[in-house]
């Protein structure tokens, strides 16, 4: 079994304070307490930083850990952006060893995971705050422009999600003509696209137009119906579609 890596010597401000023998250390107490508070409240009773420390709990034992969790949302923003940020990103930050970093990133795979669950089986046109739920998770909080495309079958049930394309902080290639032979391939009716605009601003470009437009002239007469193109952002989400953009 592969064993987690040790923690790194906690840095200054996040060690742990010193007890006398046998002295319980002072952070025991909040642990307990911020536990009850969440069993009790549930998690919307707590604040970004005090859902991390309940993560940061089992990843770092022996150590108060509100110090640390306060500066990850300094540093990310948000509990989202904490979770969704590169684990090189995370190790920046001093206190993070790539133990914790993984831990915080099952926390992100997590919820991916509960957010497809929901949309599983289900007619998408019928279940969009659950695909946009989806989305936000997969997409909206990544460092990285990415690409994605949702391939339905005739009732509108997801054949297959899959990502044409990562790029740099404002811009991934799309080609319109592997858009379509991927859909010839998997037999697909129609499709959604997707993609996140790490700015945090959803708002589409025109680049985002004339690439959207295009993928349509491309699919319309192989008879693959375009249904939406949903921008992602941590301010939100536009689709082209309710736009009148497409």
Known sequence: MARRPAEPPAPPGLAEV?????????????RERLRARFTE????ALADYELL?????RAIPRRDVKPLAKALIRRFGSFAEVVSAEPARLTEVEGVSAGVAAD???????????????IAG?????????LLDYLRATMAFSGREEFRVLF????????ADEVQGRGTVDHTPVYPREVARRALELSATAIILAHNHPSG????SGADIRMTREIVSVLDPLGIVVHDHVILGRDGHASLKGLQLI
């Open 18 to 30: 010193p007890t006398s023998a046998g002295e319980t250390p002072h952070y025991h107490g909040h």
């Open 41 to 44: 409240a549930g998690a919307e």
């Open 53 to 57: 420390e309940l993560v940061l709990f």
């Open 104 to 118: 915080l990133k099952l926390i992100a795979a997590a919820g991916r995971r509960l957010a497809r669950g929901a």
């Open 122 to 130: 289900r007619p998408l046109l019928s279940s969009w705050s659950a």
């Open 152 to 159: 339905l079958d005739r009732r509108n049930h997801l054949i």
């Open 201 to 204: 601003d959803p708002t589409p």
